[in-house]
């Protein structure tokens, strides 16, 4: 008699992949409300801030919570433990996610107040 559980494990390369796909989804949907409020300053001096509206916060709580998921499966394939895995991915989102949120956040004040200046390649 047999009394082990069968159940079935999800391989590593799989939830990196899902978790690729998640970003891809939730951050073209970040682009797209950024682009609009862009488009609704160009055209009728409707301001982009606030940021913080229900579609721009679900798409980059969703594109960090596919960095979450994707990193989770990259350490995951490199033998971490899942936990770890996750706790350390979880860590690695929030601290590259939240000061890009600040960026983006100071770009659309540029872009309202009129200094934002057109970048030059090779001039910094």
């Known amino acids: 008699m047999n009394l ?35 488009q609704g300053w160009n055209r009728k001096k409707i301001s982009p801030l606030p940021l913080e509206g229900a579609f721009s916060i679900i798409s980059w709580v969703g594109t960090l919570a596919g960095l979450t998921i994707m990193f989770t499966g990259v350490l995951e394939t490199f033998t971490f433990s899942p936990l770890k895995s996750f706790i350390a991915s979880f860590i690695l989102a929030l601290t590259t996610g939240l000061p890009m949120w600040g960026v983006v956040k100071s770009l659309l004040v540029e872009v309202e107040s009129g200094t934002l200046k057109p970048m030059e390649p090779g001039k910094f």
Not at 12 to 27: D, E, H, K, L, P
């Open 4 to 38: 082990s559980p069968t159940t079935t494990m999800i391989e590593t390369t799989t939830i990196a992949w899902v978790g690729g796909i998640v970003i891809v989804i939730f951050s073209f949907s970040f682009i797209r409300v950024l682009q609009l409020k862009i």
